[in-house]
């Protein structure tokens, strides 16, 4: 069963030499996926054309070691030699005792590299080749896992959405097809007992189709609320405000405060107040 991933350093930079702007958000929800065993996904440094030291410094150079397995890196075998292998396996020992080749998949620069780890038995993708983009490969990468884990699944969605957009959840698995909700911030009008014009968070649906051989991703939409929904919220928030519920600002929060208004990026946010459990 999939338990580390291998990521080449060299598969991390954009063309301008920086990371690949998709690189921390796939990463991110990589590292968040639970493996069947019921630990979490491990992400390592690997080299390929470079040694090990070398491959952590340019993890490290694009900011994006934190996302790895700390003070690890492997060189990763592509000639297909049986010594490379067994040294691959012995530097998961310390992260992972009795890991064997098979536990782990790869993301690699190329498309000649894909090729050589995929005959040493090792499942492995190229952002940047084949149509594959950086925000596909925790999708590819969850179904390897387990094609029918919803929460792998949802936490998969997360790299395509946009920032309006959160709360991604996988509710269905299908072959080739995986359906989701998300929470999507939505404009209604301002008026009456409502100050100013504002965004409230209402579901919508999530549909990532994959392609027939299951190596990319074909397509993602995102739906938007009805003009019926975005009414219905308009109104549930002149309530909010007419029965005194709504806090102008975050530390305006009061024992009967329901919600609060946020102001970020020249928006206003309507947020729910969140209350620790007794």
Known sequence: MLRVLL????SLPHASGAAHPDARAAL??????????GGH??????????TPAEAAAQAASLGLS???????????????????????????????????????AAVLRDEERVLACRRLGIPALAPGFDKMEWRDVPMLVARLMDPSNLRN??????????????????????????????????????????PEALCVLLPVDVSLQIEAEGARIESFSLGAPSPAEVNEAAAAVADLF????????????????????????????LRRVRRPAS
């Not at 990521?7 to 060299?10: H, Q, R």
Request: aromatic share 4%.
């Open 7 to 10: 990521v080449d350093s060299e």
């Open 41 to 50: 996904l491990l992400l390592v440094t690997a080299a390929c054309g470079r």
């Open 66 to 104: 934190d996302l790895f397995a700390p003070e690890v890196a492997v060189r990763l075998p592509l000639g297909g030699d049986r010594a490379e292998r067994s040294t691959l396996a012995a530097a998961l020992q310390p992260l992972l005792p009795g890991a064997r080749i098979e536990a782990c």
């Open 28 to 37: 991110g929800a990589l590292s968040r996926m639970e493996t069947v065993e």
């Open 153 to 194: 699944l949802g936490v998969a969605l997360e790299p395509y959405l946009p920032e309006a957009v959160e709360d991604a959840s996988a509710i269905a698995a299908e072959s080739k097809r995986v359906i989701g909700r998300a929470n999507r911030w939505t404009p209604v009008p301002g008026g009456g007992a409502v």
């Open 242 to 269: 007419a029965r005194g519920e709504v806090a102008l600002e975050p530390d305006q929060v009061g024992p009967t405060t329901t919600h609060f208004l946020e102001h970020r990026g020249g928006r206003c946010l």
